[in-house]
């Protein structure tokens, strides 16, 4: 008979408690990139670039409300990853991508009519890019994580240690 998992017969690769460290670097991740979606929404909503003033901008409210669901999602991911589910990971995989999705389409429709003489879209299209590109690094280090999982040491955990002894 084995013994208890307690905190004397518990090893490294078996935490007692608190999230794995995978799972704590993509809840770090997550909990960033909400973070910046929130940023970039109220930036959009706070700067009239038509008329170069500071202010409530009632034009970019959809800027506000995708960037608070994007973030507000992401968060849900983060804590339900955190509580050590499993199936958040996967959610955060294809609720990113289609953010991007999202994210590309909203830009370049702003940057064409940037390009065809709507000044004022280039605010709005720096911004949008700015949240699709943040949603492709994460995309990126999701699919990383995902692929090859790093170890408490932060090298890959494929057997591959540090040359340093």
């Known amino acids: 008979m084995s013994p208890p998992n ?6 490294d690769s078996q935490p007692t408690r608190g999230p794995a460290p995978v799972r704590t670097r993509v809840v770090v991740w997550l ?4 973070f910046l979606l929130f940023e970039v929404a109220v930036a959009a909503v706070m700067y ?3 008329n170069g003033q500071f202010g409530f901008n009632a034009a970019a409210k959809t800027a506000l409300i995708s960037g608070g669901v994007c973030g507000g999602l992401s968060l849900l991911w983060a804590f339900l990853l955190w509580r050590r589910a499993r199936w958040p990971f996967i959610a955060a995989m294809l609720t990113t991508t289609l953010f ?10 702003a940057w064409t009519a940037f390009a065809g003489g ?3 879209k280039g605010y709005a299209a720096s911004l949008i890019t ?6 492709l690094a994460l995309i990126v280090l999701l699919l990383r994580e995902r692929v ?3 170890n408490r ?7 591959i240690q540090p040359a340093l002894k």
Do not use: Q
């Open 148 to 150: 090859m999982p790093r």
């Open 6 to 11: 307690t905190p004397e017969t518990v090893t």
């Open 100 to 109: 991007l999705a999202a994210f590309t389409w909203r830009a370049t429709v």
């Open 31 to 34: 909990v960033l990139y909400s």
């Open 118 to 120: 709507a000044s004022e």
């Open 130 to 135: 700015l949240m699709g590109l943040a949603s």
């Open 153 to 159: 040491t932060g090298f890959a955990s494929k057997n």
């Open 48 to 50: 009239n670039p038509v």
